[in-house]
């Protein structure tokens, strides 16, 4: 099957960076576009940015000028870097990919759509 697992949340100080990673995990032929969100309790998600398998990026407004995300399709990893922390950037984020091709030992080729990851906390101290 499939998986897929954020790293690299934790406590940061406002000012500072952070870079999390998303990492697919599975007998993995394609992803499709990749994307982060966040989510503070209460509230709804937040779309972080973008990323497509040709590399091309979009931002949310909230981190726009701030956030970087890039992928390695050759590790099936994804990445969030985010610089100029504020406390109001305290989320857990979320992974997801629009759709995931992999091999199933006994189904052959099949499809996930609109996976996501668990989520990496993030806190922001000012």
């Known amino acids: 099957q499939v998986q897929l697992v954020e790293s690299g949340g934790g406590l940061v100080q406002a000012g500072g960076s952070l870079r999390l990673s998303c990492a697919v995990s599975?007998?993995?032929?394609?992803?499709?576009?990749m994307a982060w969100y966040r989510q503070v309790p209460g509230n709804e998600r937040e779309l972080v940015g973008t990323?497509?398998?040709?590399?091309?990026?979009n931002y949310g407004d909230s981190v726009k000028g701030r956030a970087t995300i890039s992928r390695d399709n050759a590790k099936h990893t994804s990445y969030l870097q985010i610089d100029s922390l504020k406390p109001e950037d305290t989320a857990v984020y979320f992974c997801?990919?629009?759709?995931?091709?992999?091999?199933?030992?006994?189904?052959?080729?099949?499809?996930?759509?609109?996976?996501w990851g668990q989520g990496t906390r993030v806190t922001v101290s000012s």
């Open positions: 997801t990919a629009d759709w995931i091709l992999f091999s199933d030992r006994t189904m052959g080729v099949r499809k996930a759509v609109d996976y």
């Open positions: 599975g007998s993995i032929l394609s992803i499709n576009t």
């Open positions: 990323v497509t398998s040709g590399g091309n990026t």
